[in-house]
């Protein structure tokens, strides 16, 4: 059982920043795949909006958040951080993160994550305007 464990979620004024925090807490390394964030704010579909590989380091985001937030890894690849800077209202959404094997992880952002295998529980992020 893979279990990612998000933290970094809070409650930030407008044109603030965030950094949001993933790590695989169990044996599983995704070192061959992809990792994802994605969002869901009330009454809306979940979205897509950063993936990376883990091997190459390729990264895709959606048009919404490009040029405002960045997915990275660190080094030992055990963690998957997306800095948000200059949020937006519309930005507030319970965000998660996801991995699944294989390549093409950019897909995530197409279909919303439809292909990931694991998910975390999700962490909030409220943005006032």
């Known amino acids: 059982q893979v279990q990612l464990v998000e933290s970094g979620g809070g409650s930030v004024q407008a044109g603030g920043s965030l950094r949001l925090s993933c790590v695989a807490a169990?044996?599983?390394?995704?070192?061959?795949?992809?990792m994802g964030w994605f969002r869901q704010a009330p009454g809306k579909e979940r979205e897509g909006i950063a993936t990376i590989h883990i091997v190459s380091s390729s990264t895709a985001y959606a048009d919404s958040v490009k040029g405002r937030f960045t997915i990275s890894q660190d080094t030992a690849k055990t963690t998957v951080f997306l800095q948000m800077n200059n949020l937006k209202a519309e930005d507030t959404a319970l965000y998660y993160c996801?991995?699944?094997?294989?390549?093409?992880?950019?897909?995530?952002?197409?279909?919303?994550?439809?292909?990931?295998?694991?998910w975390g529980q999700g962490t909030q992020v409220t943005v006032s305007s």
């Open positions: 996801a991995a699944r094997s294989g390549a093409m992880c950019y897909r995530g952002i197409l279909d919303a994550g439809n292909g990931y295998q694991y």
């Open positions: 169990s044996e599983y390394t995704y070192s061959r795949g992809c």
